[in-house]
């Protein structure tokens, strides 16, 4: 299994340059919205989800991941017709998840970025079905061959997403 | 502690934000409408991507464009051959229906009926999506500015979308009518059984509330029954493609749609941004005959001595074409068009006003100084009582004869008749 155990000393923490923080994320918000019109089995991919994860990852800090993914979140909740918070508490979990095992476990290479991905889909999927049944009560129908399903869809995505994305870290 | 806060500081901050995002749902959940801080967060959310998608689509719209207008016209001419002889069908058709229109009218009249009509409508292209499969809305790029409001009805020629629910101020959120949260009034076309038609979790269309002892076939078309007071009553929702009993005590039929309009694909839509209720009056719109129209696509009639008996000629005119169904106490005693001299009547068709039980001429545009004489039977009736605007048929500047049917030679000067 390709993922590491390492220490507090041995991660490498990166950071970016701050156009690429707020580019990527609305970027990543602007296409979840224009691609499913095109083409609607694309809303199954969820790449505001994506990015939250990497970021998350690649900083390792806690509460960077958790207020990345909550603003990413409430944006996205913005961009629907249901209330505001929903997304935005899935991914704040997500985001201090994600950050919270980079923290321990070295995640750069493919194999541990497809299972954290997957992994994390599934909690962010189960979170937003948990909060929106029980506090917006929209009736939801969960399906874990479809969910799954999906969770690998992002996983794939997301290697490629994260390898992309990697040229533009910087070492702290 | 201090060394406790720092020790649990990231626990700390995540239950913090977690809270504040609960606290924020909770207030949301309870009121209807959207609080400042979330309609501001939503502005700023539209604001920054909308831009973006208008651009994107302005640029796929403008390169399909040139595709299909420029490069891609093969088989243009066969189409529009087609589409000319569709059209001339679908005007007679338009006929026999007005005829049923009228019925059905004058009976809503005497029941002291109100129908609701589509009075104004804008046209919007989607933009975009929401982005979620829970959450089925699009984005259209039309709002405040176009006078949009929340609660405005969305369609397509081929049916209802939905209802406009959050405007912004160039760009508006439509909710489509597979979303779980929407609601249209829906009548079965054939049954007349009225229902909710709504959107579930999977993004189907399902008409509810239909009693499980009622008989409805898959294949019948359901319409907006107008009971919502945002669709008006007669729009396409969609086709019964399932029925099935509902299951232990549900009292009502488990009733699956195919969406009228393709919701999957949408590109412009129209918002209905005006409905007038008026009463239903009879005379609301004056048929036109299928003689009247066929009399425009025959050869001139040859110049014959004036005033040739009314009945006569309207006999002559119900064997030339199909006369459509229906009380026609009006044209009994109306000249006809083929009985009229020369061309100036010929290519007009005549407008039966049902108040006076008179007719009279509507002229074309083209119609030459030959007009002047037509026939004085045709004027009194409209004189000695002025009739309400009659339903104008669209006629075509000159009338191309048949030429398989030679009726009659042309005449030799184009003046004495059309061409």
Redesign the interface.
């Known amino acids: 299994m390709p993922i590491t155990y390492t220490s507090g000393e041995q991660v490498e923490v990166y950071r970016f340059s701050i156009p690429f923080t707020v580019l990527v994320p ?1 970027t990543a ?2 296409l ?6 095109q083409f ?1 089995f694309l ?2 991919f969820d790449l505001p989800l994506l990015v939250t994860i990497f970021f998350s990852i690649a900083r390792r800090n ?2 960077s991941g ?2 990345t993914g ?1 603003v990413i979140g ?16 899935a991914k ?2 997500v985001g ?1 998840g994600a950050s ?1 095992l980079g923290v321990k476990l070295d995640v750069e290479n493919a194999g541990a970025r497809v299972l954290v991905t997957l992994v994390f889909y599934v909690v962010h999927q189960i979170v ?1 079905f948990v ?2 049944r029980a ?7 969960w399906s874990w061959p479809h969910e799954l399903g999906a969770a690998l869809m992002n996983a794939v995505v997301g290697v490629f997403l994260f390898l992309a994305l990697d040229r533009f870290k910087q070492r702290t | 502690m201090e060394s406790v806060l720092g020790r649990y500081k990231n626990l700390i901050v995540l239950v913090a934000v977690l809270f504040a995002q609960v606290l924020g749902l909770a207030v949301q959940v309870k009121r209807t409408t959207d609080t400042e801080s979330s309609r501001l967060i939503r502005v700023w959310a539209v604001s920054t991507i909308t831009p973006f998608e208008k651009v994107l689509v302005w640029v796929q719209t403008s390169t399909g464009n040139l595709w299909h207008n420029y490069f891609y016209l093969r088989g243009v001419r066969a189409e529009n051959r087609e589409l000319k002889q569709q059209i001339e069908q679908l005007r007679l058709e338009h006929v026999r229906l007005n005829e049923d229109a009228m019925q059905a009218r004058r009976l809503q009249a005497l029941l002291g009926f109100r129908e609701q009509f589509i009075a104004q409508t804008t046209v919007a292209q989607v933009i975009g999506s929401g982005g979620s499969e829970q959450s089925r809305i699009v984005f259209i790029d039309k709002g405040e500015r176009h006078g949009i409001k929340p609660d405005m009805a969305v369609i397509t020629d081929q049916g209802v979308v939905g209802k406009v629910l959050k405007v912004f101020r160039s760009s508006s959120q439509v909710l489509r009518i597979d979303d779980q949260s929407s609601g249209v009034g829906g009548i079965l076309e054939k049954s007349r059984l009225q229902g909710i038609v709504r959107g579930t979790p999977a993004g189907e269309v399902v008409l509810e509330k239909i009693m499980n002892d009622e008989a409805v076939q898959a294949g019948e078309i359901v319409r907006t029954s107008g009971g919502d007071r945002i669709f008006p009553k007669g729009l396409p929702v969609g086709t019964v493609t399932r029925v099935a009993n509902g299951t232990g005590s549900d009292l009502f039929l488990s009733i699956r749609l195919r969406p009228a309009a393709n919701l999957s694909k949408l590109e412009e839509v129209l918002i209905v941004t005006k409905l007038e209720e008026k009463d239903i009056t009879p005379s609301d719109a004056a048929p036109v005959r299928a003689a009247d129209i066929l009399s425009q696509r025959l050869p001139s009639v040859p110049e014959k001595p004036a005033m040739e008996p009314a009945a006569n000629t309207g006999a002559k005119a119900n064997q030339a074409a199909p006369v459509p169904k229906g009380p026609d106490k009006n044209s009994a005693g109306a000249p006809q068009p083929n009985a009229l001299k020369t061309g100036d009547t010929a290519a007009a068709p005549v407008v039966r006003t049902q108040a006076t039980g008179a007719a009279r001429v509507a002229t074309p545009a083209t119609s030459n100084a030959n007009s002047e004489s037509a026939p004085a039977t045709l004027q009194p009736a409209a004189e000695h009582k002025p009739a309400p605007a009659p339903v104008k048929v669209a006629t075509p500047a000159t009338p191309t004869p048949k030429p398989n049917t030679p009726v009659n030679p042309p005449p030799a000067n184009p003046q004495d008749g059309p061409q």
């Open positions: 609305a918000l602007f979840q919205a224009w691609l499913p019109r609607p809303a199954m806690p509460i958790l207020l909550a409430v944006f996205q909740d913005a961009l629907t017709g249901l209330q505001i918070g929903i997304y935005g508490i704040t979990v201090y919270s937003y909060v929106a506090m917006v009560a929209l009736s939801l129908q």
